[in-house]
């Protein structure tokens, strides 16, 4: 496993094991963040552990215009039953998936350095919240990060059912009719799985990434300019 400086570099991605654990240190600056995002790599690591850095084969990924919308998330989403923002309230929405109560795990990954480091790339306008409302109380949402055509998403969650999900397809629906290639999911979860989400080699996924780079980003606060 590589052992990152302060110099602004990773290994190259295709060399990390199937799970994909690539590199260990570094930190959570807003360079190394786009950086490692625009090559396929993104951290994850809990309390008491040291900054870990993955590129898992292969990876979880869905297409904007192939996420499969339910006949029951049909019915729902025309009652008009949730209303959609971006970016109104990104620091609510990454706390509550930091609160968020996960299968299988006990605490959480968004430590207070992470969620710091997000909400700095969410003032530099590359990371973005999908805020999901019902009768004006935040149910549900998810966040991630955008360069060029990709969305990386990074967490969800919801406090009403269906909410995470809807939020979800509204922001798949946006992100095809701007064009994006994909939504990179991670990791699978049956979750994601039921809405398309589908695995695909980890060497096209670095190639997409590749010429994404040639991508212009869609930079700023989203609920002013989509």
């Not at 993955?54 to 729902?76: G, I, N």
């Amino acid at each position: 496993m590589y052992r990152l400086t302060e110099a602004l570099e990773f290994p190259d991605p295709a060399v990390a094991p199937k799970e994909g654990l690539l590199a260990v240190g570094g930190d959570l600056s807003p360079q190394r963040l786009l950086f490692a995002y625009q090559e396929g790599i993104f951290p994850w690591y809990s309390e008491g552990e040291p900054i870990l850095w993955w590129s898992p084969d292969p990876r979880f990924v869905v297409r904007p215009e192939a996420v499969h919308v339910s006949r029951t998330m049909q019915k729902l989403l025309r009652k008009d039953t949730f209303q959609f923002s971006f970016d109104t309230v990104f620091g609510q929405v990454i706390r509550a998936c930091a609160a968020a109560p996960r299968v299988g795990q006990d605490g959480t990954w968004l430590l207070p350095e992470m969620i710091t480091a997000y909400e700095r790339l969410h003032e530099l306008g590359f990371a973005h919240s999908v805020e999901v409302w019902q009768q004006g109380e935040l149910v549900g949402g998810l966040y991630g990060i955008c360069l060029g055509k990709c969305f990386f998403g990074e967490s969800m969650f919801m406090r009403v059912s269906n909410a995470s999900k809807a939020g979800f397809i509204h922001l798949a629906k946006v992100l095809e009719q701007q064009g994006f290639e994909y939504i990179d999911c991670q990791a699978h979860t049956k979750h994601l799985a039921s809405l398309g989400a589908e695995f695909i080699d980890r060497a096209e996924f670095l190639e997409v990434l590749q010429r994404n780079k040639k991508e212009p980003t869609l930079r700023g606060n989203w609920s002013e300019i989509l």
